[in-house]
């Protein structure tokens, strides 16, 4: 999956601190998901489809 001009966003719940995850949804095709802490770490990516019922899932 081609990463470059992803552009990453945390949460506006997030902590104030860097332990939370970023997301990209300006991809073609994926959601792209890494830790805030490690950039240039490993990205996840998912289904925008399938991201977009994760988030909408109700909080357990």
Not at 16 to 26: G, L, W, Y
Not at 32 to 45: C, E, F, Y
């Amino acid at each position: 999956m081609e990463l470059t001009g992803a552009a990453w966003r945390k949460s506006s719940r997030s902590a104030q601190d860097n332990n939370c995850v970023e997301v990209a949804t300006n991809l073609a095709g994926a959601v792209g998901v890494r830790d805030s802490k490690d950039p240039a770490g490993p990205v996840l990516t998912f289904d925008p489809c399938a991201w977009r019922v994760f988030v909408a899932a109700p909080p357990r």
